[in-house]
């Protein structure tokens, strides 16, 4: 059984985001930390870009801190290790294709294996181009993680079939952030989805509150929450962790 697997073997998953380097690495670190002993099942990590193209204001400002704070992959890389001295929780990277060929492909899949990073999402990878990537992930153990939007439509059955790790569903069209009501028909997304794989499923986008990490997790295997995570760690900045494991509790106990 993958790593992966494991965040969804016991009920639904709680997965949070957090922005690697906001506002440092240590307190990225802490927040982690707080995250798993509250309930997170699966941590999705991300690695700043300067233009993170599917993120919302809240996420954006977020790369921007951590960028302007001199944070690196080498340094979000150490973090990771750090925090396998203390966790086997399944881990993902979220990124942008650019960060993975800067680094050079190979070294930075190779990496997430040493480290012990179990999947890889890139929100700007078209499903169509993931050959780009998808043999040295397969090579290293790395999941490449699919996306499926609401616009995917004729394409789900095919994404679904070829899933690995988990489905990212996003809940909503436009970018991260909190939304006061998910409209998607989600149901027959995730429909298709049950005829076509077997792979857990994941919501994300927009979710915030409790009740709509609830009405998401009963269509699904999980939630995925990150701007209403990202925005306390933005107010709290080094005083977020605690704040952090307050809100990954509520969450995860509404699941």
Same mark, same amino acid.
Not at 168 to 189: C, H, N, P
């Given at each position: 059984?993958?790593?992966?697997?494991?965040?969804?073997?016991?009920?639904?998953?709680?997965?949070?985001?957090?922005?690697?380097?906001?506002?440092?690495?240590?307190?990225?670190?802490?927040?982690?930390?707080?995250?798993?002993?509250? %309930?997170? $099942? *699966? &941590?999705?990590?991300?690695? /700043?870009? =300067?233009?993170?193209?599917?993120?919302?204001?809240?996420?954006? @400002?977020?790369?921007?801190?951590?960028?302007?704070?001199?944070?690196?992959?080498?340094?979000?890389?150490?973090?990771?290790?750090?925090?396998?001295?203390?966790?086997?929780?399944?881990?993902?990277?979220?990124?942008?294709?650019?960060?993975?060929?800067?680094?050079?492909?190979?070294?930075?899949?190779?990496?997430?294996?040493?480290?012990?990073?179990?999947?890889?999402?890139?929100?700007?990878?078209?499903?169509?181009?993931?050959?780009?990537?998808?043999?040295?992930?397969?090579?290293? %153990?790395? $999941? *490449? &993680?699919?996306?499926?939007? /609401?616009? =995917?439509?004729?394409?789900?059955?095919?994404?679904?079939?070829? @899933?690995?790790?988990?489905?990212?569903?996003?809940?909503?069209?436009?970018?991260?952030?909190?939304?006061?009501?998910?409209?998607?028909?989600?149901?027959?997304?995730?429909?298709?989805?049950?005829?076509?794989?077997?792979?857990?499923?994941?919501?994300?986008?927009?979710?915030?509150?409790?009740?709509?990490?609830?009405?998401?997790?009963?269509?699904?295997?999980?939630?995925?929450?990150?701007?209403?995570?990202?925005?306390?760690?933005?107010?709290?900045?080094?005083?977020?962790?605690?704040?952090?494991?307050?809100?990954?509790?509520?969450?995860?106990?509404?699941?």
């Amino acid at each position: 059984m993958s790593n992966i697997a494991r965040a969804f073997n016991h009920g639904k998953a709680f997965i949070p985001f957090i922005t690697c380097g906001d506002p440092d690495l240590e307190t990225t670190k802490s927040c982690v930390l707080e995250a798993v002993a509250n %309930g997170a $099942d *699966l &941590i999705e990590l991300g690695i /700043p870009f =300067s233009d993170p193209t599917a993120e919302g204001p809240v996420i954006q @400002a977020a790369n921007e801190r951590a960028l302007r704070g001199g944070v690196t992959t080498d340094k979000i890389f150490g973090l990771v290790c750090d925090l396998r001295q203390a966790t086997d929780i399944p881990m993902v990277f979220m990124t942008y294709a650019n960060v993975v060929f800067s680094y050079g492909a190979e070294k930075f899949i190779s990496t997430c294996r040493e480290i012990k990073i179990d999947g890889l999402i890139l929100p700007d990878l078209p499903f169509e181009e993931k050959n780009e990537f998808l043999p040295l992930c397969e090579q290293y %153990g790395v $999941d *490449l &993680i699919s996306m499926i939007a /609401p616009t =995917s439509e004729q394409r789900i059955s095919m994404i679904a079939r070829e @899933a690995r790790g988990f489905l990212y569903i996003v809940s909503s069209l436009g970018v991260t952030g909190t939304r006061s009501e998910i409209t998607t028909d989600l149901k027959s997304i995730m429909d298709t989805v049950r005829r076509n794989t077997e792979i857990p499923c994941a919501i994300g986008f927009g979710i915030s509150i409790p009740e709509q990490a609830a009405k998401m997790a009963a269509l699904s295997d999980g939630a995925i929450v990150g701007s209403a995570i990202v925005k306390l760690i933005g107010e709290y900045k080094t005083q977020a962790p605690k704040k952090v494991g307050e809100f990954v509790k509520k969450m995860k106990d509404a699941l």
